[in-house]
């Protein structure tokens, strides 16, 4: 699996274009507690493919999204932008933003799905057009580098958000469960269970209670890096009574660290009424140096431990090959003693 900070240790580029100080998009909504949902998708809806984040390095891969897509009854219509390239980036900022304002103001798109992650979607934030989005709500779904945009939309927006496979992502059995249940279900989702295991004595997705207790509040979250490069900005994660939901890749113990100590000193993981702490992919310790010094479970027990909240690990989303596709805005409750995540509220409206 490559990383972000593989990718972009290859690319070794510095970001160019034109995005610090630019003003930020269109006013946020009245009432700073009013989430508004997308329609559920049914059969026959169409999906508009956008690629906000890095460069599809092999187009091709594109041939395999429409066949994917049609399996669960939907068309799709791909960005006009989509095979734009700017070194590392899938275009510039003006490319990439045109296909997702496109996306949103097009009243025949159901739903917008991202292509890929990777890099990029930080740079597109302060010239999204909010009041656009919060006018023509449609599902949005992706992860990884995704989760920047998540992070805004739902600030600005106050739109509800999907994080789960992005439109290039392998679609098993379970995944896809998942995804048709969160998508096209005008329901609550109800338990979010982990794959099934083969070997119940040696299980492949264990749940760890660091804190335990139960806690009631909105989901919010995903890629730890984005939602740590996020603070400080209009953009940053509010967690104030809610369910903070943390996963990553490729990151030694010591950045994860490093991220979460940055989010507690900022108040974040004190503000939050229960974490849930997913997975991270390969994130081991180096056989080196001081990243021997902690697993990334000492680490989370150290750092976790003490807040005080309940706390749950092993939920499989993310950076992983099999993933729940979670919605980011509704009520959730969290049982951290009984190992379990349950999704109270709908996230769709009704088609």
Request: neutral net charge.
């Amino acid at each position: 699996m490559t990383t972000r900070r593989d990718f972009l240790a290859g690319a070794g580029l510095a970001a160019g274009g034109s995005l610090l100080g630019l003003p930020g998009g269109s006013a946020a909504p009245a009432s700073p507690d009013a989430m508004v949902k997308p329609r559920a998708l049914r059969a026959g809806d169409t999906v508009g493919l956008i690629a906000p984040s890095s460069y599809i390095f092999d187009l091709s891969d594109l041939e395999g999204v429409a066949p994917r897509l049609e399996a669960l009854g939907l068309e799709c219509r791909f960005g006009r932008n989509v095979r734009a390239r700017r070194g590392y980036l899938a275009g510039t900022e003006e490319e990439r933003l045109a296909d997702l304002h496109a996306m949103f103001a097009d009243p025949s798109i159901a739903a917008v799905f991202c292509l890929g992650g990777g890099y990029g979607s930080e740079r597109l934030l302060a010239r999204v057009d909010y009041a656009l989005v919060r006018k023509n709500p449609k599902i949005f779904l992706g992860y990884s580098d995704i989760t920047g945009l998540h992070l805004a939309l739902g600030k600005l927006a106050r739109l509800v958000t999907f994080h789960g496979p992005v439109a290039l992502s392998a679609l098993p059995p379970w995944t896809l469960g998942y995804l048709k249940k969160a998508l096209f279900a005008p329901e609550p989702m109800g338990p979010i269970e982990n794959p099934p295991e083969k070997d119940v004595l040696s299980p492949e997705f264990p749940r760890h209670t660091i804190v335990p207790g139960r806690a009631l509040g909105r989901t919010v979250g995903g890629n730890l890096t984005l939602i740590a490069t996020t603070m400080g900005t209009p953009y940053e994660i509010d967690t104030k009574g809610k369910i903070l939901l943390l996963e990553d890749t490729g990151e030694a113990p010591y950045r994860v660290d490093r991220m979460l100590v940055q989010l507690a000193l900022a108040g974040k993981l004190a503000d939050a009424a229960g974490i849930v702490w997913g997975t991270c992919t390969d994130c081991a310790p180096s056989r080196s140096g001081f990243e021997i010094n902690l697993s990334m479970s000492e680490l989370l027990d150290d750092l976790l431990s003490k807040l005080g909240k309940p706390v749950l690990a092993g939920l499989v989303f993310g950076h992983t090959p099999e993933k729940a596709t979670i919605p980011l805005g509704v009520e959730a409750e969290l049982d951290a003693t009984a190992k379990t995540f349950t999704l109270l509220e709908t996230a769709t409206a009704a088609p």
